[in-house]
């Protein structure tokens, strides 16, 4: 059983040289419940045009879910700096103008916002394609960690699954054994009704029948609970199956209340209708888990 959970984080790191430059990398990838495929990345602004890049990879293995992801460059600190010449040569022009000041020193002057600046990394056509590698691959990997952090949850929610699928089976066939009894429970109210009405009545005998079997018809849940066990064996059959069944479990979930639903309103038997309303809070459970699964 491959069930994958739809929530999930996983994280890569490395370190890279490109000529002179000297970088860190880092890829985060996130994942929460989603009815489609929903992939947002924030990437450095100098590889924002290959966003289309890491959703394709992204997509191969992933199949429904909303997905957050960023990659992060940090360069080495110790890069090169460059003065500000312009500014400086301005600002030696207005000290050398003022009188009775003392004039700024090279220390005061150097630490002005903006004369010394942390020169900006550019990477040409060549060296820009090459990160781009690396960081795929390194997203990649940050893919196939995040769905084996998936699979593990998932796993867990097949237990929870299965788990419900057992209570809902015992429900039904609970259901089912008390229904046998039901026609026969059925047939003496109606007796006992017709004989009462015919005391202060009259009607034809074949009105009367058409009656008898409307009524029989309207509150036979046979249907219902054969319905019910087919529902089950396709939910056991489609969690075997594991991988990208989340979207059927979930109608599967939908038809289950259905039948509880008209389960519960065409009984006739308290004890039915009690397990009917059982089997809805079960279902209900049921759903809840599934939201989660791709």
């Known amino acids: 059983m491959n069930i994958f959970s739809m929530t999930g984080f996983a994280r890569t790191s490395g370190h890279c040289e490109l000529g002179d430059t000297n970088f860190d990398w880092v890829c985060e990838l996130k994942s929460v419940n989603g009815k489609n495929f929903d992939f947002k990345i924030k990437l450095p602004y100098e590889m924002e045009q290959f966003s289309n890049v890491f959703k394709s990879t992204a997509q191969k293995y992933f199949g429904r879910g909303t997905f957050s992801a960023f990659v ?11 003065v500000n010449q312009e500014l400086l040569n301005m600002l030696l022009n207005i000290a050398s103008k003022m009188t009775n000041v003392a004039q700024p020193t090279a220390g005061e002057l150097l630490a002005i916002p903006g004369v010394v600046e942390q020169e900006n990394f550019s990477f040409d056509e060549e060296q820009l394609m090459q990160l781009t590698e690396l960081l795929q691959l390194g997203f990649e990997d940050c893919c196939k960690k995040l769905q084996n952090d998936r699979l593990a949850e998932g796993e ?40 009462d009405f015919l005391a202060e009545n009259t009607v034809s005998e074949e009105r009367l029948a058409q009656e008898i079997v409307f009524l029989v018809n309207r509150v036979d849940i046979r249907e219902e609970i054969d319905r019910l066990k ?17 979207r059927r479990l979930d109608f599967l979930c939908q038809e289950f209340n259905r039948e509880a639903n008209t389960t519960c309103s065409k009984a006739w038997q308290v004890e039915i209708v009690n397990l009917a309303m059982e089997l809805k809070t079960i279902v209900e459970q049921l759903r809840e888990q599934v939201q989660n699964v791709e």
């Open 72 to 82: 992060e460059l940090n360069f080495d600190k110790s890069g090169k700096v460059k």
């Open 156 to 195: 867990k929610i097949g237990v929870a699954l299965q788990a419900l699928l057992q209570k809902i089976k015992v429900i039904v066939e609970k259901i089912e054994l008390i229904a046998q009894n039901e026609p026969q429970k059925i047939a003496e109210r109606i007796r006992k009704q017709i004989n």
């Open 230 to 246: 087919t529902h089950i064996i396709t939910a056991e059959e489609l969690l075997s199956q594991g991988k990208n069944v989340g």
